[in-house]
């Protein structure tokens, strides 16, 4: 199994910036793909960005050029670095991975961290 915890969501005025954490509790190497995903009030989750064990990276054209996602692999952990936020970035920010083993095919979830951008 592998664990995914998320931190870093606040209240951010529009035009600032957030960096969230998602702790893996095992190698991100060891994780096929890791991504961040939203889930705005009253709409359904939606992918935010992507990041596989060997740094390709994709983005939702609606974060392009204000989002990045990096790793600190030492940490395992995965950042989504927000910048110029809006408020319609305001939703929970879910951490996601997935991973093949031996066994399959596996998809895990954080739990959310809350992105609130006011002002």
């Known amino acids: 199994q592998v664990q995914l915890v998320e931190s870093g969501g606040d209240l951010v005025q529009p035009g600032g910036s957030l960096r969230l954490s998602c702790a893996a509790s095992?190698?991100?190497?060891?994780?096929?793909?890791m991504g961040w995903y939203r889930q705005a009030p009253g709409k359904e989750r939606e992918l935010v960005t992507t990041?596989?064990?060997?740094?390709?990276?994709n983005y939702s054209d609606f974060v392009k050029g204000r989002f990045t996602v990096f790793r600190d692999a030492a940490k395992n952990t995965v950042y989504l670095q927000m910048n110029s936020l809006k408020p319609e970035d305001t939703a929970v920010y879910y951490c996601?991975?997935?991973?093949?083993?031996?066994?399959?095919?596996?998809?895990?979830w954080g739990q959310g961290t809350q992105v609130t951008v006011s002002s």
């Open positions: 996601n991975a997935i991973r093949q083993s031996q066994y399959g095919v596996s998809n895990y």
């Open positions: 990041i596989t064990s060997v740094g390709t990276r």
């Open positions: 095992t190698s991100i190497f060891s994780i096929n793909v």
